[in-house]
Nanobody, 121 residues
Framework: QVQLVESGGGLVQAGESLRLSCAAS????????MGWYRRAPGKQRELVAT???????NYADSVKGRFTISRDSAKNTVFLQMNSLKPEDTAVYYC???????????????WGQGTQVTVSS
């Protein structure tokens, strides 16, 4: 019922930047945490950055100082500013949201379909 749609991926050269966006739509009462994960070829999906409501961002060590996560909670939107991109950042990036549809609903773990980021050397 709830949909998360990522955008902003693409092909860039090493050292360049990209900004990913993810918008959640549908019947949503509240979202606690939003974040970004990625899956590189031949590797497991890993956390990139998360931001809980009213809290501070958490980053993977590999992206600290280069990536910045931000949120517009009123619009259920999360962004990922990626600077100084490296070839090892190449992956499919997935948006994730943790929340409920109604005050009495079960807790849900929502995922987007992913957006491809390719960084050439």
């Amino acid at each position: 019922q709830v949909q998360l749609v990522e955008s902003g991926g693409g092909l860039v050269q090493a050292g360049e930047s990209l900004r990913l966006s993810c918008a959640a739509s549908g019947t949503i009462f509240s979202i606690n945490t939003m974040g970004w994960y990625r899956r590189a070829p031949g590797k497991q999906r890993e956390l990139v950055a998360t931001m809980p409501s009213g809290g501070y961002a958490n980053y993977a060590d590999s992206v600290k100082g280069r990536f910045t996560i931000s949120r517009d909670s009123a619009k259920n939107t999360v962004f990922l500013q990626m600077n100084s991109l490296k070839p090892e950042d190449t992956a499919v990036y997935y948006c994730r949201a943790l929340g409920v549809r109604t005050p009495t609903d079960y807790f849900y773990d929502w995922w987007g379909q992913g957006t491809q980021v390719t960084v050439s050397s």
